[in-house]
């Protein structure tokens, strides 16, 4: 009997020991801020959360918190996004895959068609075309790089000398030989400058065995790819959609009335993968049903939110008819009126042109799952979640992991989504992550893949 008093009493001091040393650290590292980033951490995380802000008050004065809220505030007013062109049907760069080739092969045939009339080819400048460009393009020999740079100089070549003619004075001398590709391809705006870029990038990935396989993703289908990332605290998965086209927006089918989860939307509209979209209208307690939308909410071209468009400039995250990803600040009417037919509005941006919005600290939301889309150059969209609340498999991150991790993967547009207990991926009928409830919550909408064709 003695013997067990004694060993709970070495457990209970022991145990006692560690709750002091935690709270030791705690008030050390976070209170008295010896940690700027960890005490950046505990204020954002419980101000951001709606019933832990206590968690902030009780420890930190007004003006401490509003001072680190402010220094690690994202601005992106000011930043909206060039819109993005590429070939239709997004241009399939995998070097695998058997519609890399027509897509290239049209976007080339493009590219010259615009470039050089007809009747201006001559014997001397004309490169013979192969009787299949898609079988040249998926070859992926050194021979095709050499036709498909010819064709192009010589077409680019053509026209600059037709500019030249036309706006040059008389006297002025020719202009030297052998300018860089890049130099003619930005003097040239009369040539589809996007589609051959597209349609050099399919050669070059074609020929060099270049593909997203060797960027670390997995093939899940045709034109769909997986990557998981991850940091020291944190987990996640990358989704790529070489097609952008198939990426939509969907909304639970109760608007209004009643949410639904991401598994349900996906599978309710015959989508192979989905991820959860914008914000709704949340109750006090995370106990909304997700049945009213939060902003701008554009489904197949039509306003589904606000109900009449008005004079409200909203962080509209939206898609193009062409699959393009638009970050810009606008009303309703101006996404209607220039082909937006995908959106929802919920910020901040994340990567704007190519440049991350978060330039100090780290975003000022805190740990917490999170969800971002994000496009690159070439039109593969970038579907991103980030798992946290679970101390055995995922903490979560604050908005600089998210930016980092778009940038990584070359998105040159990105925007955060709605997180939380929101946060939620599916492919193919699963989850791909692990929801931090443990299952889904119902919420307004999400963006969905659409199967190929």
């Not at 049907?89 to 470039?115: C, F, N, R, V, Y």
């Not at 989860?261 to 209208?281: K, Q």
């Not at 990584?408 to 989850?431: F, I, K, P």
Request: charged share 20%; with cysteine.
């Amino acid at each position: 009997m003695k013997k067990a008093v004694r060993v709970f009493s070495w457990i209970a001091a022991g145990a006692a020991g560690l709750c002091a040393l935690c709270a030791i650290l705690f008030w050390l590292l976070i209170v008295a801020g010896l940690s700027p980033r960890l005490q950046t951490i505990w204020v954002c995380s419980a101000m951001r959360t709606m019933s832990h802000k206590y968690l902030a008050t009780a420890f930190f004065s007004d003006e401490t918190i509003d001072r680190i809220m402010r220094e690690n505030e994202v601005d992106d007013s000011g930043h909206d996004s060039e819109i993005l062109t590429f070939p239709q049907g997004g241009g399939d760069l995998t070097g695998t895959s058997p519609s890399i080739g027509e897509a290239a092969a049209d976007a080339l045939k493009k590219a010259m068609e615009q470039s050089v009339p007809e009747q201006e080819k001559t014997e001397e400048n004309d490169a013979p075309e192969p009787e299949d460009m898609t079988d040249l393009l998926e070859a992926g020999s050194a021979g095709a790089a050499d036709w498909i740079l010819s064709r192009i100089m010589v077409s680019l070549d053509s026209l600059a000398a037709e500019q030249e003619e036309t706006e040059a004075p008389a006297d002025e001398p020719e202009e030297a030989p052998g300018r860089a590709l890049e130099e003619i391809l930005s003097s040239a705006p009369a040539l589809n400058t996007a589609a051959a870029r597209a349609a050099l990038e399919a050669e070059r990935r074609a020929a060099t065995g270049d593909s997203y396989i060797a960027e670390g993703y997995d093939c899940l289908e045709s034109g769909v790819y997986l990557k998981a990332v991850s940091g020291l605290t944190w987990r996640g998965y990358v989704m790529l959609v070489t097609d952008p086209t198939r990426v939509r927006l969907r909304d639970t089918s109760m608007q209004y009335e009643c949410g639904e989860n991401v598994m349900t939307m996906v599978t309710n509209n015959g989508a192979v993968a989905g991820i959860n979209g914008g914000g709704f209208v949340d109750g006090p307690n995370y106990d909304s049903n997700g049945g009213t939308p939060g902003g701008l909410l554009i489904e197949e071209g039509a306003l589904v939110c606000p109900l009449t468009a008005d004079d409200t400039v909203y962080n509209m995250i939206g898609i193009n008819t062409s699959g393009a990803l638009v970050l810009r600040h606008c009303t309703a009417d101006w996404a209607l009126t220039n082909g937006i037919v995908s959106a929802v509005s919920f910020a901040p941006f994340l990567v704007v042109n190519g440049e991350g919005m978060i330039q100090n600290g780290t975003g000022g939301w805190g740990i917490a799952p999170r969800t971002a889309i994000g496009q690159r150059q070439t039109g593969e969209m970038l579907l991103l979640v980030i798992d946290g609340r679970q101390a055995d498999w995922s903490v979560g991150c604050d908005l600089d992991v998210l930016q980092d991790v778009m940038l990584a993967e070359g998105a040159v547009n990105a925007a955060m989504l709605d997180g939380g207990s929101s946060t939620a991926m599916v492919y193919a009928g699963e989850y791909v992550n692990r929801p931090s409830l443990g299952h889904e919550r119902w919420i307004n909408n999400c963006f969905v893949v659409m199967p190929s064709g």
